[in-house]
């Protein structure tokens, strides 16, 4: 199933958002328009903000005053994918080249800076000072998760704990912020703004582990970039904790010999068939299920409505990404 | 230039580095000393120092403007945390000189909009965030001139200026919130913010002459007093470099 399909409800709003890009930065100088135009036509699924304006739904006020702040959490998403293309050295994103490879490092520093500060300007005019505080907390842990993540390249002796740590700050904590922000902002019940919390974070691990696995057993046309980019950057995933914690111990010393230093060439493909021969892609399959099923037994709590349906659907479809 | 400013405010200051040392320890493994803080007291404190100093002209220091002087330190290692990056990969320690800047720079931002609301300081989050796309947009404009060969030293003036303006009108506002006088203190650290610009970039001063002889008009319009007397002091040092002194104005000779 599409992405787009689960946000039937929502769809003309996310149009709307996509209008309020497509508008946005036009009178800005040159360079940043372009740079942003770029960025627009390389995609993305718009998940943020349609999970912005599906909590919307839960409120009492006219949720189409949301799209401002749905825009605003892919201004955030973006500004960090900016930023982590120059961290990770990476050329291509959605089978694009990223800002980066156009306009190199500086360019893309104080890009995803200037992104994030209009990001800030559109969610500040909402006076929420809950949703501010969020943000800022948001941001704070997902640069910790960062730094964490490069602290901790190459590092083999990961447990499953500092992974899913390390994923929560990340992936889900915005993911989160988003599934709560627009039900904060349309005035919805605060037990309803809590269980959109809950699900945001589960729907937001089970997300990442899919791209983790994905990474595996994808190619290049799905993922939008070079597989194994992870393994070449000394990032280890969930299925490679598994194979070092309970791979056989001629898988573990194979691993251990690939990942040990930078992974280039045909290291990286023997190190994707080596996980693939043993049951990490099926472990971390079964955690992901786990997670969304989480996911979903929040959705169960909240109102009868088409955006909850949406919400079920969105978990559903994180799972099946793999396939 | 700033050491009789900072002694006025040494508490506060020690206050602020000690808590900065404390973010910057618990933002995660890395080596702190490899990341490019300003390292000499005009760069380093030449933003928390104004804002002390604006709020005390305005009215008193106090809590409000002590955190608020907090976060703009952050912001001003942030922002220098992200003033270049080498383009070239395969010459430099990728953690230590690209990595680490950058997320610890985020990170630092992030955690200016994070104390904004922890301290209550809600309604200075729109400037903040302003000034952070203002300086970007500007040092953009600087790496495009820099690539063709052309002058690109006012994009950093213009930088200096805003992010002083915005530090004087905000220690000011915090003290004191809105009159005539916390807006001649905007505007006296705009002009002292490109003052500072060119003292600190080495350009020539001709260009900039109508700033300086500027902020010593406004100097005049603010209360008489030992703070106003720091500003003339770091004026008038900044002027030794060009061997200008302070200039005859037009208000005196009328008198």
Redesign the interface.
């Given at each position: 199933m599409e992405i787009r399909k689960t946000f039937t409800p929502v769809e003309n709003d996310l149009q709307e958002v996509d209008n309020y890009l497509q508008n946005f930065l036009q009178k800005?100088?040159e360079?940043?328009h372009t740079g942003f135009m770029h960025l627009l036509k390389a995609g993305g699924k718009r998940i943020r903000p349609a999970f912005t304006l599906l909590s919307a739904k839960y409120g009492k006020e006219e949720s189409s005053k949301i799209i401002p702040i749905a825009a605003a959490f892919e201004l955030v998403h973006m500004a960090s994918l900016v930023?982590d293309d120059?961290?990770d050295?990476s050329d291509l994103r959605r089978g694009e080249p990223t800002i980066r490879a156009l306009y190199?490092?500086?360019?893309s520093?104080?890009?995803g800076?200037?992104l994030?500060?209009?990001a800030?300007?559109i969610v500040?005019?909402y006076k929420n000072?809950r949703i501010?505080?969020l943000?800022?907390?948001s941001?704070?842990e997902?640069?910790?998760g960062?730094?964490?993540q490069?602290?901790t390249a190459y590092d083999l002796s990961q447990s499953f704990k500092q992974y899913f740590y390390r994923i929560k700050r990340k992936t889900s904590l915005l993911i989160t912020l988003s599934c709560q922000a627009g039900a904060l902002a349309t005035g919805a019940d605060p037990q309803i703004v809590t269980t959109l919390g809950r699900y945001g974070h589960y729907v937001g691990m089970a997300f990442q582990i899919t791209d983790d696995i994905l990474d595996y057993i994808a190619d290049e046309k799905t993922m939008g970039k070079p597989v194994g980019s992870d393994l070449q950057q000394g990032i280890v995933t969930l299925p490679a904790i598994y194979v070092l914690r309970y791979g056989s111990d001629e898988h573990k010393r194979d691993l251990i010999n690939y990942l040990s230093k930078p992974v280039l060439g045909e290291d990286v493909v023997k190190a994707i068939e080596l996980v693939n021969r043993t049951k990490a892609i099926d472990f971390s399959l079964e955690i992901t299920n786990r997670y969304v099923e989480k996911a979903l037994a929040q959705v169960a709590k909240l109102p009868d409505i088409e955006a909850t349906y949406s919400l079920e659907c969105l978990a559903k479809y994180v799972y099946n990404r793999q396939s | 230039m700033l050491e009789l400013v900072i002694g006025v405010f040494m508490p506060e200051i020690s206050a602020i580095e000690a808590r900065t040392l404390k973010i910057l320890k618990n933002c995660g493994s890395y080596n702190l000393h490899s990341l490019k803080f300003p390292q000499t007291a005009e760069k380093r404190h030449w933003i928390t120092v104004l804002c002390l100093l604006s709020a005390k002209l305005a009215k008193d220091t106090n809590t409000k403007v002590i955190h608020l002087a907090g976060v703009l330190h952050l912001f001003n290692l942030a922002s220098h945390l992200h003033l270049n990056l080498p383009e070239d990969f395969d010459t430099v320690e990728i953690q230590e000189e690209i990595q680490y800047p950058i997320l610890v720079g985020d990170l630092l931002y992030s955690r200016v909009c994070g104390d904004i609301c922890k301290y209550d300081l809600q309604q200075y989050l729109q400037p903040l965030a302003s000034l952070i796309g203002v300086i970007h947009e500007e040092l953009v404009l600087r790496d495009a001139k820099v690539k063709q060969n052309l002058p690109h030293h006012e994009h950093e003036i213009n930088i200096y200026g805003v992010m002083t303006e915005s530090t004087c009108f905000l220690g000011a506002h915090a003290a004191a919130g809105n009159n005539y006088l916390v807006e001649n203190i905007r505007a006296l650290g705009y002009q002292m913010g490109i003052i500072k610009a060119v003292w600190e970039l080495n350009c020539e001063i001709e260009p900039y002459l109508n700033n300086w002889y500027k902020a010593w008009e406004l100097l005049t319009k603010l209360p008489i007093g030992p703070e106003r007397d720091h500003f003339q002091h770091i004026l008038t040092f900044l002027g030794i470099k060009w061997g200008l002194v302070k200039p005859q104005l037009l208000t005196e000779i009328n008198a």
């Open positions: 800005d100088h360079s940043l930023h120059v961290i050295r190199g490092n500086n360019f520093l104080h890009f800076d200037y994030l500060a209009k800030l300007c500040e005019e000072p501010n505080s943000l800022a907390w941001s704070m997902m640069c910790q960062e730094i964490q490069i602290a | -």
